[in-house]
Each structure stands twice: as C-alpha cells, then as structure tokens.
C-alpha cells in the first residue's frame, strides 16, 4: 500500500491517523511537506509502521495550506492495481 500527496503551492502541514479494525488509534503522525512537492511512497515509511495488517485506516487532517492525498496499491493474485483518493467528509 502506497501513499501519494501532492501539496499546493502554500504547501501542507497535517497530521495522519492511523487506526485500526476496531477504530482505535494506533499512531498519529504530524507531516509537513513544501509547496509543490509530490512524494509516493510505501504507506510503512511514511507513517513509521513495521507492517500495515490490511484492515487499518489512515484520515488525513490538513492544519495548514492544501494537498491531494490518495493511496495506490496492487492486488496480490491478479496484479490489478487500485487507486483511492482522499475525500473530505
């Protein structure tokens, strides 16, 4: 599972929380990324995690300036890749 962002030209200051199955919050992490900067990465580096189990949720909270969040991942048996972008609730 990857995370990408895209941040606007005033950049991102925002904070990503990680919870599991069940809701609980397992860790939350402040991110603060320059203007017009793009980053794809595994989900596990950016948000400091061993393993992801594939029933977790990630919400990001935008404190400051603006970005487009999503994650990409591919399926294991058929190769399929997936994308989902962040929405605002």
């Known amino acids: 599972f990857n995370i990408g962002l895209r941040t606007l030209l005033e950049g ?6 990680v919870r599991n199955a069940e809701g609980d919050v397992i860790r939350v992490v402040p991110l603060l ?4 900067y793009f980053v794809q990465t595994p989900a596990t ?9 594939g029933s977790e949720s990630v919400t990001f909270t935008i404190e400051e ?3 487009i969040v999503y994650g990409v991942w591919t399926d294991n048996s058929t190769q399929d890749p997936a994308i989902q972008y962040a929405v605002q609730p």
């Open 12 to 17: 991102a200051r925002m904070t990503a929380t």
């Open 33 to 36: 990324f320059p203007g017009t």
């Open 45 to 53: 580096e950016l948000l400091g995690l061993e393993s992801f189990e």
């Open 65 to 67: 300036g603006a970005a």
